[in-house]
């Protein structure tokens, strides 16, 4: 009865998906309940993601949590994750971010890089917990180890600001966001484009020259920022002591903008797009 369960499930994921057979969500979510009702986890799941979409049966986001819940509690990752996410958006249930966090480690403890990317993020904004990004961070970084292209873009988004006690560094943001374009993600491209970095890429020798070159275009703005601060404050040490010798006003006093350091602009990075549910 077990094996007929799981049999069940995977007809109708290949039924839902247009596998090997004509497209039919109505006929998915008969076989997936016939298959949750024996307890079956993953179809629970899929039953639930059905009535949380609307697809093959009518839109009911409290029947995706309660299918969710219950996949949720016999193990199933992706039902903790997609659980999380409706106590997140207080769909189908009472928001609670709190609860979405329990429910994300949960699924982050499973190994489940769906979960840990959720619960980094929750850490990074300090969404039902206390905010910390050093934690977010580490989180971020085991679900992008995991190639979870969402969590690879959001690891290079924290390196190109210095979030989360990374220093900021450029050629270690382009080589995340190249991994998550790489596997399809739209933000990791973008962010590519942004950094002036080519992509689609070319060959490993092209793909070193971009990073070389946004690696140097860095270091030099950050030597012109210098030179400037150095100019600007032997300008003013130089002013200061022409006017003490001669008791006119500070030098400070005849100062113009220009003479201000440039705004070294970074350009606006593209923060990830939500997971999808399954």
């Known amino acids: 009865e077990k094996g007929n369960s799981s049999a069940m499930s995977s007809l109708g994921w290949m039924i839902q998906n247009g596998r090997g057979t004509a497209k039919d969500n109505k006929e998915a979510v008969r076989l997936y309940r016939q ?25 009911n986001e409290a029947e995706a949590v309660r299918w969710y819940r219950q996949g949720a509690e016999k193990g199933d990752s992706w039902g903790m994750v997609n659980l999380g996410e409706m106590y997140e958006k207080g769909q189908g249930i009472a928001k609670n971010e709190a609860e979405a966090v329990r429910w994300y480690r949960k699924a982050a403890d499973t190994g489940h890089s769906g979960g840990m990317g959720r619960l980094a993020l929750m850490y990074e904004y300090g969404q039902g917990i206390a905010k910390n990004e050093v934690e977010a961070v580490r989180w971020y970084r085991k679900a992008a180890d995991q190639n979870d292209a969402w969590a690879q873009n959001a690891l290079g988004v924290m390196y190109a600001q210095g979030k989360g006690g990374l220093s900021r560094n450029i050629y270690d943001a382009i080589n995340w966001w190249t991994k998550a374009a790489d596997r399809g993600d739209d933000s990791g ?24 070159t946004a690696f140097i275009g860095q270091l030099l703005l950050s030597l012109l920022l210098a030179y400037v601060l150095f100019t600007a404050f032997h300008k003013k040490a130089a002013e200061g002591s022409e006017a003490e010798s001669t008791e006119e006003t500070p030098a400070s006093a005849g100062r113009t903008q220009s003479d201000d350091p440039p705004v070294v602009k970074y350009p606006t990075l593209v923060a990830a797009e939500p997971y999808a549910a399954t």
């Open 35 to 59: 298959a949750a009702e024996k307890g079956e986890p993953f179809a629970m799941v899929e039953l639930g993601w059905m009535y949380q979409q609307g697809r093959g049966i009518a839109k």
């Open 189 to 212: 491209r973008k962010n590519l484009e942004k950094a002036g970095v080519r992509y689609p890429r070319g060959s490993r020798r092209d793909n070193l020259e971009a990073w070389g």
